[in-house]
């Protein structure tokens, strides 16, 4: 009988400082929002200088992680302005390629405001990810976030297709996220956040990516005085599909996000 295990996907601090030359006074360092583990926040319509963030990237992938999957978490590069949003996703360890030490994971992709009002807004976007094994795969982002309860709610749907790999996949992936969270404080909120991934495989017995996944806890964000970094962790049980799999087995997923100040 297999025992329930705990696997901590903690990202290791200490990362290399990325260097980006924008033309901008200053990025508002102090309102950042608060930045949920799973989910990528819709861009600020209300900014109109670029703003930079370098984040311990965990997202749609966590559970791949958790499942043991994927192991690199990545660091994330999102530069911001207005309405849109530039995001670059590279792994922190190397694999040998062609002869060559690449990154065993590289991602691009580009997310626009698409609507937004005082306390709603909707973004969508896409671009492509190639990981060290050979997988390229096309993604398609769906981002909302609203206010609700004194809080903010926030969600995204990422649909995946994969249009090559060396392992079988479905025709098409799709990762759910939720996320709900309150300030309690100048520097700290809480909330609860959610991930659910192949979520067909509930029904469908046919899945081909192990079965669906969710974990659903509770969650808490803490930022620096003046926003210049913030931390988030959300942690619970993860149930699986998949038969032979332990009931309930622990997920813990921390992600971290500097925003330093930009200037010309």
Known sequence: MRHQWIRVCLPAAGCGLLLLACTASHAVAQNAPSRLVFTVGVPDGASSQPALHVSMAVEERGLAMWSGSVSDFGVSVEVTQSKWMLRGLTGMTT???????????????????VYATRSFS?????????????????????LAGSDLGSGRLQGSLVMERATSSPRPHDAADV????????????????????????????????EADGGAKLLVGPSVQAQSKHGVWSASLTAGPVVHSSPGTPPHPFGVFASANWMPALHR
């Open 95 to 113: 694999l040998p390629i062609d002869g060559q030490l690449r990154p065993d994971l590289r991602q691009f992709e580009i997310v626009r405001n």
């Open 175 to 206: 990762v759910t996220t939720l996320g709900w969270s309150r300030r309690v404080g100048d520097r700290v909120s809480l909330g609860v956040e959610s991930i659910g991934q192949d979520l067909e495989g509930l029904w469908n017995p046919a």
């Open 122 to 142: 909707v973004a969508g976007g896409g671009g492509i990810r190639e990981e060290g094994d050979g997988t390229r795969t096309l993604i398609g982002r769906v």
